[in-house]
């Protein structure tokens, strides 16, 4: 898939259809972290593949959006440091699960503590990716990289850049 067609089709999903996502795909977004660039490439993280099922539903319960974590093929909770380069981690994760068919969404942390007690962790999570392939979303290719953009309900750049 062309990097920018991912990148303006990419919608954050909250419905995932039961279909189980491949050990090669599950490996080929861990890896897509594993490979951010990094300040000093320090890789400031860790992936915490949540498999258990009283785990998960402890952490569904920390986050903001409990049903995208009990819906989701494939939960991965980011820990480190870095705001920045974790960011750019996440991102990464994203576009190649996207760039496979798998739909995610970024699951912010409403309880850290519960977070942390669900994970044994001491530190809570920079954030939870729910994945799984759409229960509804169209393929990227179904539309060109302008469609995508302009159906994407976002200000013009015209608001949002400034020649300084």
């Not at 503590?113 to 990716?129: H, K, S, Y």
């Amino acid at each position: 898939m062309d990097a920018f067609l991912a990148i303006v089709s990419k919608r954050d999903t909250r419905r995932y259809a039961g279909t189980p996502i491949p050990d090669a795909i599950v490996e080929r977004i861990l890896d897509a972290g594993r490979v951010t660039g990094s300040a000093s490439n320090k890789q400031p993280w860790r992936f915490l593949i949540v498999e258990s099922t009283d785990r998960r539903e402890r952490l569904a319960d920390a986050v903001y959006e409990p049903s995208n974590i009990r819906r989701a093929q494939l939960v991965i909770a980011i820990v480190g440091e870095r705001p920045l380069d974790l960011g750019r981690c996440v991102q990464n994760m994203m576009l190649a699960a996207w760039n496979d068919g798998v739909a995610s969404c970024p699951n912010g942390i409403a309880d850290k503590e519960a977070a942390c007690e669900a994970l044994d962790l001491e530190e809570p999570p920079i954030n939870v990716l729910s994945f799984g392939y759409p229960a509804k979303q169209p393929p990227a290719e179904s539309r060109s990289a302008e469609e995508w953009s302009a159906r994407a309900h976002r200000r013009p750049l015209s608001e949002s850049v400034e020649r300084v």
